[in-house]
């Protein structure tokens, strides 16, 4: 039997706020009952890309991850609240909207914060996945439509169909796994894995020229893991280290200059080691 699940590809997101605003476009003004009444123009984002920063000055690097109802197929808020929620056989959650009105505990049911409350119906709501367009045979939800950049997709498929999927793409649940929710993210590494980046440089003369021919290496107890020519400007980035990993090697080569060696501990930042200078060989 086929269902629904999404895909958020975090590596592809820039942050534009199409999907917010898409979402908004077609809630905001509409009530699309029995499926949801209609979002209020303020406050609560049903869809919503988080900004998040790893590194410090000169290096740094931004990321959104999308943050929706994740349509859990352990349906932790209908456990709780299971005569005004559901989840239908296409795996869409919804909330009964003659149920959720003056009823403000729904609110706590989804532990991950992603059923609000609309003060001025005094209604609970959340993410449909637009199925009131879904079940009139559109192909995708409004977000995953404005998405200029296809980092929302969505799958209509078996379960075997998506498994493979899930072990091609290396999909990864935002959580830990237990909801077993059906929007799955790719390389989440840009939000929860740390890097360790500088810059090369050695003394031509008395002026100090980026070492663009350089190579580095992080090895942990002796094991290479990680290693990476450096840019046009002599900068490099290793990057997906766990946080807390502990204390790596990294050691920097350039044909006639001295090894560079120096410890590094990862805990939780990414760390940014400035820059380092090579001395003649
Ligand atoms: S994310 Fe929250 S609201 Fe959505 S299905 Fe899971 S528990 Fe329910
Ligand atoms: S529309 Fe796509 S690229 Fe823009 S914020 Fe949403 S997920 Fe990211």
Redesign the pocket.
Known sequence: MKTWHMI?DVS?????????L?CKDEHVGNAWLPYTDEQSLHGDKW?N?VRVERGSVPFTEVA?V?KTCMHCDDVPCAKKCPDAIKKREDGIVLIDQVRARGNKNLVDACPYGHIHWNEELQTAQKCTMCAHLLDEGWEEPR?VQ???????SVVYCDDIEFDQMVEKQKLKPLTDGSNRPRVLYKNLYKINKCFVAGALAYMDGDIETAATEAKVKLSMNGIPLLSTYVDFLGEFKLDKLPKNSGTYTLECFMEGCKTIEQEVTIEEDSINLGCLMFEKA
């Not at 404005?146 to 929302?152: E, I, S, V």
């Open positions: 958020v592809k997101c820039v942050g534009c706020y199409n999907c917010m898409a869809i890309p959104f999308t977000c404005a998405c200029p950049l296809r980092a929302l």
